[in-house]
């Protein structure tokens, strides 16, 4: 889009060089007005200062001492505001300098481009260039139809393609969602934002996450809560489920006995209830419970129940 603008602005180089040096004139004439007026109040005020000062007694220190430092003030003000109005003394451009102006009037991708300029000036540069933006949505296909009117009377036309209904630009990774709808099976929304902050996910703003942006993109995706998606189980609760330790249940999974699934490697295990009535698993729980321990088994290989 930037290339096609400064294309545009090409042939309005020259006529925006000008405007730009007389904008810089008028500006400069209005903050010499407005310094000229504060600076005649400044006076004023600096005088009247002085007739307060002059009228009273001189036995009465004290009020005598507030006015002199009230009347230092005033005139302090009116140094610093004269000061800056010399200071804003616009000399004639040397013929060099303006030179220099229409070279970057003729080739306004140099000026816009260049390492000194900030954006600020690149603004300016819009502005004075451009009359108006007349914008035209469309909707086969979704676009922005942009007709920009430059001030050299070259009129030019810029497409821009347009977000659907609920879409914009500042949206979440769709891993961090799957992720979210995995982690949502067994963690509340508190501990999911601490998993999803370990792992340096950000939000579609680039802000850290808290348990109410958990619980808007929950919502936004339809993803129901922990509390609301029975069947689903962290180890911890398995094994006080199966009345055994961590440990075991950890050997479990690690044998490929009990199925179970961490979506990332800092997340909780989730286990689905139904994989505790496996026939292996209950041999192995019921081995734990009687105080045997059966030899480990191949990843994979099944276990029949003993008879």
Do not use: F
């Not at 005649?40 to 007694?57: I, L, M, N, P, T």
């Not at 630009?169 to 501990?191: G, N, S």
């Amino acid at each position: 889009m930037v290339e096609a603008v400064l294309e545009a602005i090409q042939p309005a180089g020259i006529e925006a060089a000008l405007a730009a040096r007389q904008l810089a004139l008028q500006e400069d004439d209005q903050k010499r007005r407005a310094l000229s007026l504060a600076l005649e109040k400044a006076r004023y005020e600096a005088d009247r200062a002085r007739r307060q000062y002059d009228g009273v007694e001189p036995e009465n220190r004290l009020v005598a001492g507030e006015l002199e430092a009230r009347w230092n003030a005033a005139l302090s003000r009116v140094a610093d505001l004269q000061t800056r109005l010399e200071g804003l003394h616009c000399e004639p451009l040397s013929e060099h300098l303006e030179e220099r102006l229409m070279e970057l009037g003729t080739d306004l991708r140099l000026l816009w481009d260049h390492a000194q300029a900030p954006v600020s000036l690149q603004k300016r540069i819009l502005r004075t260039v451009l009359n108006e933006i007349i914008i035209d949505n469309r909707d086969d296909p979704p676009e922005h139809l942009l007709r920009l009117h430059w001030s050299g009377g070259v009129h030019t036309e810029l497409r821009v393609q347009r977000n659907g209904t609920g879409q914009h630009r500042r949206t979440v990774e769709r891993e961090v969602i799957d992720l979210l709808a995995e982690l949502a099976k067994v963690c509340d929304d508190k501990a999911i934002a601490g998993v999803l902050n370990r792992l340096g996910y950000q939000t579609g703003q680039g802000n850290t996450w808290r348990a109410s942006r958990v619980a808007s993109l929950r919502y936004a995706h339809q993803i129901p809560p922990v509390g609301k998606r029975d069947g689903w189980l962290t180890l911890e609760q398995t094994a006080h489920e199966l009345r055994v330790s961590d440990t075991v249940i950890r050997r479990l999974i690690r044998e490929d006995i009990l199925p179970a699934k961490q979506v990332v490697q800092c997340a909780p295990w989730v286990i689905d209830r139904k994989d505790l009535e496996l026939p292996e698993v209950q041999v192995q729980i019921r081995a734990v419970r009687k105080g045997h321990k059966l030899p480990p088994t191949a990843p994979g290989q099944h276990v029949l129940p003993i008879k």
